[in-house]
Every structure is written in structure tokens, then in C-alpha cells.
């Protein structure tokens, strides 16, 4: 893997890897040191084109537990706004030679166009309304976790569809580790001709309690003013999932941030049904395995970067065995 | 007054003898093996092959297994100028008409100033005759600024040149607006050339909605948001018994419209482009900006829809709509990138190699297409027949050759059709009487 530029290029075996190994990096979080030095030396540069706190920070923090140096770099208040061109910030950027540009902008499929144009491995952390793809495999991590395994799950994701790179990423996800999926919202919010990704939609949330895990998504106010909803109101009276929707048996989760009272109720929130915070939890874990994936490269199957590597080298525990030869050649 | 509004640069009236050339004109009814000699820029002689020699001030050219066409012409282009010359010129848009066998072609008015006003046009006209390589026309807006405010002065700007008036790139969203460039056009004449698209619908859209934008995640341009505006638009032409040409059509939906508007005996017509014949939503999953196009690549059935209807003659010519823009100006992302395609330099080989090889289209029909253009706005027709101005098109029909493999005429190069092996070449473009294109590898003559 060079890039993870979409969940759309990976196959069952390679979610099924990187979630194994953020399940291995998950005991590192609740070390008293919360660091290996997996990734020392190397650069990661988180590129965001839109405001974000929760993945940046999410990602930076997943870079610092494994030791890189983590530059960001936000779009606002920098030469973006004196209107240079993605490609041309990119190249300015590349020449400070980054191993792995975290990308995130309003376009679809920016992410794939900048991997075309520097040497560093690119990560998607959202594309325009495309993809999230680091978002539906913590999805995955958080549900395995939970559920033990998600093959023959039913999985409903609520809301505003249309403009979701969560719910795009994540019927493919799911779908790709064996679960069935259903996407349910306002008609003017559910895209036409979504059912393409083999999803099934639903307009109303009747059949609900046939689901095993409610994923809902978050309501923008913007989308008050362009008329997609005549009130959040109206939204929450149709498809607010709350304590009369929501079965003591199926589990909630969210992206984040939740707005309390419109697409979820407070006392969902804060049920034991609610993997939420588990979510947030898992965010860093995935994501230090995606950066140890495409920073590492390919490694033996079964190898723990949480552990010395080379038994010749304990005072390096955790650097990869050779890291000359080991790191992918960039161009 | 006709043929009068096409300018072109200087050119040198031609004379030429092309040997057992395949002749192949099916609106002059010709359909085999014949010598064409041109004298000073004029058919002078079609006679059977290997009867004519070439006379000491004649290029003899050797044309056996070439077929000789009729120059096509090209409705739709836009040629950048004035204002956004570093997308295209005069002479190299026209430069990339006479390379892909077009002896003629319209330009829009979308230009920066827009093509509003007769001392523009004047200008533009000057600017023409010094550098077109083929003869080219001019539409006006029908509105000022393309604003859909005010009228422009249309009988004014028809005196200057006009070929007809076009909003182009926008629709005209006010009906009543509309009505009345109708009503104005008993005083002025001239075809009103429409795009259409209902903008409420289109808002935020970069493609076509459908499977393929619901996965990408782009805003989708619903296929309605053009059918019900053609819908609209014939049913006001046919109230004011307006002379009305409906550009791009891209949706089965607005073929259906237009046969029913050609059903009530409306003055309406239509063109369809290479790429709308032969791309879908499909060809958009990679989000290649060059796929991006205004209106958006449809569905198969839309694209089958289109291929009927040019066959059926429900879709009076073909266009190309070539709208180049700069590399660093397409070389963003999807969402971004403005609409268009180039489309003149390619437009006979792809079609020749996606619709007429497959056994679609035959070659005579997709000719006649080719060429249909030009009578749409009152301007002679391109003819292989004695005593005419010679308009034709040389091409070798198993030549091949891939998409831009040798760099482009025009200055731009966003070309949908980029990379693509194409089979037909054209060899040789003679417009209006001269020599405008020659290809590069084909200058060795007879003797």
C-alpha cells in the first residue's frame, strides 16, 4: 500500500490487516509512556484545507505515539488565500520532503490527484463529500470490538447522506466485511442512484429495530438555508434517533461532533449502547496503523512494532530492523 | 448578405488535381472513384479516375485510397477571443478547426468582454481577417453581459456581421426574457442558439446525477434541468414562431422534446457533440477533469438516445463545443476545473472510430452531419460539385493514429479524447478555396 487514498481500493484482507494492527498498537495508548519509536526520523505533514480539530489532532496524535515529527499546516491565514493552487502549495510543501501528507480538503478526489504529484504517501482524511476512509476503518475497529466481528451485521446509517464522505466510505466498508447495509434519511438528502453501492434505502426509520448498529450522521444547519429540510424540527421528529428508537440490543455510533437534540437525543448519548467515545478512542489507533503501513511498508505478517524489532538493537526498541531498506523508496 | 458573414486571414486561392480520390458527398449524391481538379479556389473539373493531368501550376496530389469530403463545419467553438487568449486565438482555434478537417465554424460569445456590442464584434471581425486560417462567424449575446437583463442591440449587431444571437454557457433563465429576443428576431433575422439548463436544478452540480456522482460524492446536474428548458424554450418558439437552435443536447429527455417541437412544425434544430455520442457518466469515474463538460456526461441510454437521434435526423448536426482551457486551469480538482472539452481536432476520427467502424453510423450519414451545420444559420453548404468554392476534407479512413500522441493546434489541451487510438486521418483541408491544413507526414505529392 502507498497511499490510502480511498476504502473504495481496499480489499477485506487489507482492512482486516490494518485493524489488526491498530488492535496491537491499542495496548501502546494504555502504556504510562505512550510512545514507540516506530516511525522516528520521518516527517508527517497534515495538510487541511477545511477546519478540523478532531481528526487533525487525531491523526497528530497517532504520529506522536509512534515518534514522527508531525508539521500542520492549515490552509486559512497561509499562501492558499493569496490564491496559489493546490498543486503548486503540494509542490512547495514536498520540498521539505514529508514521508506522509495527511490531506483534507472540500474536493473529491484531491487526494488522489496529490499522490500523482509528490513522492510522499498520501492519506485522504476526507475529500470533499468522496471519502473518509480513516474514519469507516476506525468504524470497523470500533464495531470488531464490540461485537466480536460484523460478517451478516445489519447496519443502518441515518441522516444527511448527500453530504457524507463518512456514509460513503463506510457503505463500502461495512459492506466489504460482510455486514448489510442501509442508508435511511430524507429524501431530499439520500443522493440519487446511491443504491449503486449496493446499500438498500429506506425513507423512514420503521424498520429500525431490525438493525444491529445505528450509525447516524450529523446534521449541518447549513443545509437549513438551501432548503434540503424545512426545520431541524421537523428533521428530529422523523429521524432523531433517541431513547424510543434506539433497542437496548443495538449499538450507536457517530462521527462526531454530535449536535444533542437534532439527529441523536441526549440520553442516547450518553447510554451504554453508545460506542462514541470508543470511536474517538480508536481514531488514534487506526490511524497509527495506517501512517506504520505506508511509512513501514510491507512487513513480516505477525511483526510487532510495539516491541523491539531487532534483538540486536534494544536500545532502539521498535525501530524497524532496517530502515534503510525497509522504508518504501519515495520518489 | 450570407456568405459574407464568415471572415477568414489571407489564403491563397488553390490549385490542385487530386487523383482517384474515393468522392464520397451524399448531399451531392457522389459515391466513387474520381479525379477533382480545383482552379483558383473553385471545383473545376470531377472526372473519372485517372482521366485528368495535372496542369504545370497544379499541385498534383495522389489521392488514391483517400477519401475526399466535404469540408465539415462546426456550429459551436469557442475561441477564447478577446479576453482569454491564453486558453485559444483566432489562429489557433481556427489552426485546430482546418487539422481536424473543418472548413468553416461558428464562435460563441461567451468571451471576456462578451460579445455584446457591434464595435466589439467590428474589432473582432478585423481581427479575424488577419488571423482565421478558416472562415469563421460570429454570434452575439442575445443578452447584455450575458446577464439575462437587458436585450442586446441585435439588429445593429446583425448589421455588423451576427450570425445569430446565443447566451452561451448560460441559459436564459427568464421566459419573458426570452419571448422577447423571439419577438425581436422578425426585425433582425438571425438563428437564437440556446443552452439550456434550468440553474435552479443544476446549482452545485460538477456531473451527471446518477450511480456515478452518488459514489464519488459530486454534486449531480439532473438530466431535467436541460429537457424541461428545451421543453419550455420550443414551446415559446413555436408560439412566436421563432427560428429557435438548441445547442448540446445531452439526455434522451431533450430528444424526445425536440421531436415533439419538430412534430408541431416549430423552426427548431439541434446538435449533439462527439462526446456526448460517445462517453457516458462512466468515463467521469476517474475524475479526469478533461471528462468535465457542460451540460455532463449522461447515461448509456441517454448517449444511445442521442446516437438515434442524429441518425434519424431528430438531431440536425454534429458540433463540437470546443472549449479549451489552460493546463494549470483543468489541473485541479474535479470540483474545480471548469467545464469543456477540445473537441475539433478529434471529432471526426472519434466518431468515425466509435460509431461508423462499429457499423452504427455510416460514414455518408455522419459526412452529411458534419456538414449540416452551416445551413442552421443561412450559410452555404459545403458541396463537392462543379463551379462551387472548393470546401473539401482529405482523409485516410485506415489511418491510425492516437489522441494527441503529436501535441495539438490548438493551444489547449484538454481534450476528452486524449490517449485514445482513433482511426481516420485527415491529410488535407481546403476552405473556401485554400490550403489551410496539410498533415504533416503527407507532403510528398504525385509528381
Known sequence: ?331 | MAAETLVQGPAVPANLMLSEAHVLDPRAGIDARHDVRVRAGEIAEIAAPGTLQAAGDEEAIDASGRTLMPAFFDPHVHLRTPGQEHKEDLETGTRAAAAGGFGGAIAMPNTDPVLDSAPLLRSLRDAAAREARIPIGFMAAITRGLEGEELTEMAELRKEGALGFTDDGRPVRSAGMLRKALQYQRLCGGTIALHEEDPTLSKGGAMHEGAVSAALGLGGIPTVSESTMVARDAALAGYEHARVHFQHLSCVASVQAVAQAKAQGWRVSTEVTPHHLLLTEEDVRAMDTRMKMNPPLATEVDRKALVDGLRDGTIDCVATDHAPHARDEKEVPFEQAPMGTTGLETAFAALYTGLVLPGVLELGLLIERMTAGAGLFELPTHTIAREEPANLTLVDLDGEWVAGENGWESRSENCCFAGRQLRGRVLLTVAAGAVVYRERAFSVVAA
Open chain 1, 1 to 331: 500500500m502507498n497511499h490510502l487514498l480511498s476504502i473504495e481500493e481496499l480489499d477485506r484482507a487489507e482492512i482486516e490487516r490494518i485493524v489488526a494492527q491498530a488492535a496491537r498498537f491499542a495496548e501502546v495508548s494504555d502504556r504510562e509512556i505512550k510512545k514507540v519509536p516506530a516511525l522516528r526520523g520521518r516527517m508527517v505533514l497534515n495538510l487541511f484545507y477545511e477546519a478540523s480539530t478532531r481528526t487533525r489532532s487525531s491523526f497528530e496524535l497517532a504520529a506522536k505515539r509512534l515518534s514522527a515529527d508531525v508539521v500542520n499546516f492549515a490552509a486559512s491565514g497561509s499562501s492558499v488565500e493569496k490564491g496559489e493552487s493546490l498543486k503548486d502549495t503540494v509542490l512547495t510543501l514536498s520540498a521539505h520532503k514529508p514521508d506522509a501528507i495527511v490531506l483534507r480538503t472540500p474536493w473529491a478526489g484531491a487526494a488522489e490527484l496529490v499522490s500523482k504529484w509528490c513522492g510522499a504517501a498520501i492519506v485522504n482524511a476526507g475529500d470533499g463529500k468522496h471519502e473518509h476512509p480513516t474514519q469507516a476503518l476506525l468504524d470497523v475497529y470500533t464495531l470488531q470490538r464490540r461485537l466480536g466481528g460484523i460478517d451478516g451485521a445489519s447496519i443502518w446509517i441515518v441522516g444527511d447522506v448527500a453530504h457524507s464522505r463518512v456514509a460513503r466510505s463506510n457503505i463500502i466498508a461495512f459492506q466489504r466485511m460482510g455486514s448489510r447495509v442501509t442508508v435511511a434519511g430524507p429524501p431530499t438528502l439520500i443522493p440519487r442512484g446511491i443504491e449503486a453501492l449496493g446499500c438498500e434505502v429506506r425513507y423512514t426509520l420503521e424498520d429500525l429495530p431490525k438493525a444491529d448498529v445505528v450509525y447516524a450522521l450529523r446534521m449541518q444547519h447549513e443545509r437549513m438555508n438551501e432548503s434540503f429540510l424545512p426545520s431541524l424540527r421537523e428533521y428530529a421528529a422523523s429521524y432523531q434517533i433517541n431513547g424510543r428508537r434506539l433497542g437496548p440490543r443495538q449499538v450507536l455510533m457517530h462521527p462526531g461532533p454530535v449536535n444533542r437534540g437534532v439527529e441523536l437525543s441526549g440520553e442516547v448519548v450518553d447510554s451504554p449502547q453508545a460506542a462514541i467515545t470508543a470511536q474517538v478512542e480508536a481514531g488514534v489507533v487506526v490511524r497509527m496503523a495506517v501512517l506504520y503501513e505506508l511509512l513501514t511498508g510491507a512487513r513480516e505478517p505477525g511483526s510487532d512494532p510495539t516491541r523491539p524489532a531487532h534483538p540486536g538493537r534494544p536500545d532502539h526498541p521498535g525501530l524497524p530492523d532496517r530502515p534503510e531498506t525497509n522504508v518504501k523508496q519515495l520518489a
